[in-house]
């Protein structure tokens, strides 16, 4: 059965730092795209992080670049968004996603074959 469990969402202060992860099962991860996206209330899904399978290469939103940073462990099968300076707009629902071949559009939640349940973040004083 393949399945994306996320983990490491929080309540935080603006400011503080939180590390996501993203552990598969029925499947490895290496072979795969894996992306992160977020959901905030009343907003549409949007693409937040990605890392290609095929040579490391690593993408960000414009809204997040410099302040998060996406990784993977093989020996783990586990991918980590480590979050920094975390601001309020920040505050939503953390989704990592798999997709099976390389594309342009990472940030297109279209693009991706399979969905973890989500993890909450919240940044907020």
């Known amino acids: 059965q393949v399945q994306l469990v996320e983990s490491g969402g929080g309540l935080v202060q603006p400011g503080g730092s939180l590390r996501l992860s993203c552990a598969a099962s029925?499947?490895?991860?290496?072979?795969?795209?894996i992306g992160w996206f977020r959901q905030a209330p009343g907003k549409e899904r949007e693409g937040v992080s990605c890392?290609?399978?095929?040579?490391?290469?690593?993408y960000y939103a414009d809204s997040v670049k410099g302040r998060f940073t996406i990784s993977r462990d093989n020996a783990k099968n586990t991918v980590y968004l480590q979050m920094n300076s975390l601001k309020p707009e920040d505050t939503a629902v953390y989704y990592c996603?798999?997709?099976?071949?390389?594309?342009?559009?990472?940030?297109?939640?279209?693009?991706?074959?399979?969905w973890g349940q989500g993890t909450q973040v919240t940044v907020s004083s």
């Open positions: 029925g499947f490895t991860l290496d072979y795969y795209r």
């Open positions: 996603a798999a997709g099976s071949y390389e594309v342009v559009a990472w940030y297109q939640t279209y693009e991706y074959d399979y």
């Open positions: 890392i290609s399978s095929s040579d490391g290469s690593t």
